[in-house]
C-alpha cells in the first residue's frame, strides 16, 4: 500500500548543485539545516533556476529564467500542490530574467502560495527604479530574510520597508568540532607550516592578487609560511578553456618567487574536506574587494572554524569581525594586510584567543540555528498553522568517549577540547553510568560494556570504609582533602547509589561481575543512606534503592526508602500550603527528583499519602515550569523563592534540570499513563532542539556533546561531562518513548512496583 506523506512543503526557487555558485550552496545547506531540525514534518522542494532547457530534470521543478512564459508555468504548476505551504525565493538581481530580473514579476503575479525572499544583495542609495521595484517584490510578500543588520537598516531607511516584516538570520555555519591548528594540518602533512588561506570560486571580486603581493614581508617575518589558495575559478569565468583569472595569479607567484610559499587547491572540494582545510589554517585572508558586498560565506564559514581573520572592510567584515577575533584593513592594501598578519603570525596566544572567539561568534549561526529562525518565520505566513515537529538528531556517544579515560569520565572540557587538569568527580561518573547502561539497554552495543566497568570501577575506587564516598579525584587518580571536605557530598553520593541501582535493574542483561560489583558497593552504602538528610538527596538514592529492589527485593532496602521518605514527606507538611505545594520555600535544582522520590515511596510502600504528595507537588512544579506551551527552566540566577509569582532572573538555564525532569516525567508517565507527562516529556527535550529563548540547539550533532548552559544573550558552548551525559540521558529516554509509541507494548511490570524506562 502506498503511504501519503502529509508533510508541509516549502519550494525554493534558487539555483542548485551541481550548479556550482554561492547561492546554490547556500540553498542547499539552508534545506539541510531545516531538514535535520524540521524534517518530521517539513519537505523542501527546489525550483531549479537555469539559463538554459535542462534535458533531465532532476529536481520537482525547473524555472529557465531566460524563458518569459516559463515564470507563469511554474507558478501554476506549484499552485496544483495543495501541500505547498510556502515558497522561498533566493533572490540576486542577476538570476532573473529582464530589467533588474522583472521577469519574476510574471511568476509572482500567478502563485497563489504564501511567499518569503532572502535578499542576497541589499543595494545602498538605490536609485528611484531600483527603489520602486524593490518595494514592488515585497508588495507580494511582506517578509524577506536579509543576513547582515546593515542590510536590514538599509531596506528600512533606503527602500522605505517596514522593520516588521524584516528577518535578520546570519549567513549559516558548518557546526565542526574544535581542534586546535596544529593538531589539523596533521591531515594535510604541514605541521611545519604557518598556514594561510582563503577559499571560494575565484574571481577578480576575490582580488587574491592582494593577499599575494602581501606575502613577500610575511615571508621575512615567517619564513615557513604557506598560503593556501582553495577553489576553482568561477566557471563563468573560464572561456574556451581559457581561465585568465589564475593565469594572473600563477604569474604573479612566479614573478615574486612564492612558488615554495603558495600552494593552489584547484577544486570544488566537499563540506568536510572544506572545514579540514580552514581548521588547519593559522590565518584567513579575506581580501574581497567589493565595498558593496553585503555577505560573505567564505568568511562565516572561516570564523566558523575559529580562524582568526585579517579581512577587507565590507559591511559584512565592518560589522561581525571585532578586534577580539580579527583586523580589519582598507580593501586592496597589500601592506596593511602584511602587518596584519605579520602581527598574529608574531603571537600565538593572540591567534589561539582570536580563534576560540571567533567560533564561539559563529555557533549562534549553524545552519541548525539559521533553520530554527526561518521556521519561526514560515509558521507565521503559513495559511494555516499546521503542526511544526522537531526531527530528534541522531544519538552520538563521541564526545564521552572522547572524555573518557581508564580512570573515568574527566569534570570539564573547553569547547570540545577534555581538561584533564579539572580531574574527575564522582557526580560525573555515576551520571555517565546511568547514560551508558540506558545506552546499552537500547542497542546491546559490546562496546559500552568497557565505558560502564570504568564509571563502576571509579565509584568503587570513591567509596569509603563507612559506605559514604569521596567526590573529587584528580588527573593522577589522588584524593584532595580541601576538595573533598565540602559541608554536603550527600547529592554526589546519593546519585551514586542511584548509578549502582541502574547497573543491579539491568541485571538481566549485563554481566555477571559487573552486576556484582554494583550490588555489593551499593549495599556497603546501606548504613550511611539511611542518615540521608538534603531532600535532594533524598531523591536521588531512592531512585537507585527503589532500582535496586524491583530486581533484587529486598526488605531492609523497602525500610530505608519509607524512612528517608517520610523525612522528605515531613518537609512537605511543614513547607506546603494551598498555593505553594512545595518541599521547601524556594526551587532550586534539580526539583524533579522530589516528586519522584514521593512516587517511588509510593510504588514501594503503598501508602496512599505519597501518592497524592507525588502528584500534587509534581503538577505544581509543572505550573512553574510549562506555561502558554513554553518550558522554561528555573534558573540558577536567583532561584524561584516562595514570595515571589516569577523567578528574579529568567536566565541560565542549565541542561542538567532539562534532563532531571524528562527523567521525572517519564516515571510518572511509566507509573500512570498519561498522555499529559508524554506531551511535556517532548517539549523539554525541545529545549535542546532550540525551542529555548535563543532559539538554538543546546548540543552538538556532530559528537553528541552538551553546552554547558543557556544564558540571557549566549550559550555556553563548554561541553562537559555534566552537560554532555545529561543531553545523551535525555535523548535515550526520548528513544524509549518513541519506541514504545511505534511498537504500542505496554510498560512491563518488574517483580515489585513499575518498570522504569533506563
Known sequence: MKTISNKSKIVFLSTFPPTQCGIATYTQDTIKGITDVFGKSITCQICELVDKPKANPTQAYTLNTKNKEEYTRVAHEINKDKSVKLVHIQHEFGLFGGNYGDYLLDFLNEVKKPLTYTFHSVIQNPNNELKTFVKLLLSYSNSVFVMTNKSKEILINDYDIKEEIITYVPHGTHIVIYEAPQQAKEKFNIQDRKVLAT?????????????????????????????????????NLIIDGVDAYRDKLEGIVNDLNLKDHVRFINEYLDTDELLDYLKATDIYMFTSKDPNQAVSGTFSYAMSCACPIVASKIPHTREVLTPDSGILVDIG??????????????????????GINAFRKTRASSWENAAITHMNTYKELFESQSEVKYTYPSIQLAHIKKMTTDLGIIQFSKISIPDLDSGYTLDDNARALIAICMHYKLTQDKEDLAYILVYLDFIIRCQQPKGDFINYVDQENREHVEQNAEVNLEDSNARAIWALGTVVANSEILPEAIVKKASQCLLNSLKWAESIQSPRSIGFA??????????VPNLYVAAIINKLNAKLLSNYEIHASSDWKWFENYMTYGNGILPESMLFAFLTTNKPIYKKVALDSLDFLMSKMFKDKNFKVISNNGWLHRDSEEQVHGYGEQPIDV?????TLNSFYSAFGSPEYKQKMKMAFNWFLGKNHLGQIMYNPISGGGYDGLEKENVNLNQGAESTVCFLTARLLMENLKLSEIKVIPLQKPKTGIAINL
Open 333 to 354: 592594501e597589500a601592506d596593511q594586510f602584511a602587518e596584519a598578519a605579520i602581527k598574529l603570525l608574531s603571537d600565538d596566544h593572540l591567534r589561539e584567543e582570536m
Open 542 to 551: 531512592t531512585k537507585g534503592l527503589y532500582l535496586y529492589h524491583t530486581a
Open 659 to 663: 534532563a532531571y525532569t524528562i527523567h
Open 199 to 235: 577559499f571560494g570560486l575565484l574571481g577578480e571580486g576575490k582580488n587574491i592578487e592582494t593577499g599575494l603581493q602581501a606575502l613577500p614581508k610575511i615571508i621575512e617575518n615567517t619564513p615557513n609560511a604557506l598560503y593556501l589558495i582553495i577553489g576553482k575559478t568561477h566557471p
